[in-house]
């Protein structure tokens, strides 16, 4: 008589695949917390220079220019713009605390409190840190730290929205927002824009691509962040009551959003926040005030634009 074949072969084998899967979900796992530790067990003597906050909200919040530490054993830049934007360390803090009073919880953060004549974290490691070695292992810690927390976020969350934070001098004052699109791109007139490659190039490229809205409508349409900041009174370039610089001064984003949004790490997508000093950055009360506009344009553009909602 003919006997059934075992199960016990199959059995096995699924048993195996089974503990060779565990095993590799263990790696990945210890993996993803090396990577989430590595700003933390990395130069940790750069911790009095860049201080780093894990965040539970899909924000990180970046201040590398309002940094006040200038200590002897770094040398000091002697090129570039040296200049602090004042009080933009506690604005981005304030937005922060903000966030942290409505939801309960608080986004990542990334501060530089080395003071701009001694680290430029917003610009390649070269004009940054002007061959000082130990403003190379500040920079290095900056930047670790916003990529653990792209990471963490996009583990979370799948997605990651930064908001770097600064200020500004320029004659005309209003906030302005950085894409990573020359002035020359957002001086174009919509059809124009859209019909470029400016959405591939700009910090929107991965939301441009996973809502399909056009990059004009994406900066400067009417839910745009720019028009949901100006809901709160303020004036901002780029915004449906004010959609081109023209010729006059505009920040259109430098190293940090070009760097760590779309282009080098899917998922995230960001901008380039620039404020004003008097009645924006200069008083607790307007710095508070400011946030709370802040939050409340973050909140309804990761509503409308993400599959998020925002705790409560």
């Known amino acids: 008589m003919r006997l059934a074949p075992s199960p016990f072969p199959l059995l096995l084998t699924i048993f195996q695949a089974v503990v060779i899967a565990i095993g590799y979900l263990g790696l ?14 990395a130069e940790s003597g ?10 539970t909200l899909p924000i990180i919040l970046t201040a ?14 002697k090129e570039g713009v040296l200049s602090i934007d ?3 360390q506690e604005l981005a803090r304030e937005i922060n605390a903000e966030l942290k009073r409505r939801t309960g919880r608080e986004p990542a953060m990334v501060i530089s409190l080395l003071h701009r004549s001694k680290l430029d974290p917003n610009r390649e490691m070269a004009e940054a840190t002007q061959g000082d070695e130990t403003a ?7 930047h670790a730290c916003v990529d653990a927390a792209k990471r963490q976020s996009f583990q979370a969350h799948r997605f990651a929205f930064l908001v770097d934070v600064h200020g500004h001098t320029h004659a005309i004052k209003r906030i302005e927002l950085g894409y990573g699109l ?3 791109d957002i001086n174009k007139e919509d059809t124009q824009l859209d019909a470029s490659n400016a959405a591939r190039r700009s910090t929107y490229a991965n939301l441009s ?38 010729e006059n001064d505009y920040y259109s984003g430098s190293y940090i959003v070009r760097h760590h949004t779309s ?3 899917p998922g995230v997508d960001g901008l380039q926040l620039e404020c004003c000093y008097e009645g924006q950055r200069d008083t607790a009360d307007n710095r508070a005030k400011l946030a709370r506009a802040v939050v409340d344009a973050l909140k309804s553009f990761l509503e409308n634009n993400y599959d998020y909602e925002f705790p409560q």
């Open 28 to 41: 990945l796992t210890g993996v993803l917390e090396a990577n989430a530790a590595e700003p933390d067990a």
């Open 46 to 55: 750069m911790k009095d220079y860049v201080e780093f906050q894990r965040g």
């Open 64 to 77: 590398p220019h309002g940094g006040r530490e200038s200590p002897d054993k770094v040398a000091d830049r």
């Open 86 to 88: 004042r009080n933009s």
């Open 136 to 142: 190379k292992k500040a920079w290095q810690r900056f």
């Open 182 to 184: 020359s002035r020359a």
């Open 209 to 246: 691509a996973r809502n399909g809205k056009n990059i004009s409508e994406l900066i400067r349409g009417p839910e745009s962040f720019g028009a949901l900041l100006s809901r709160s009174g303020y004036p901002v370039v780029p915004s449906p009551a004010d959609p081109r610089p023209f």
């Open 263 to 265: 282009k080098d790490f």
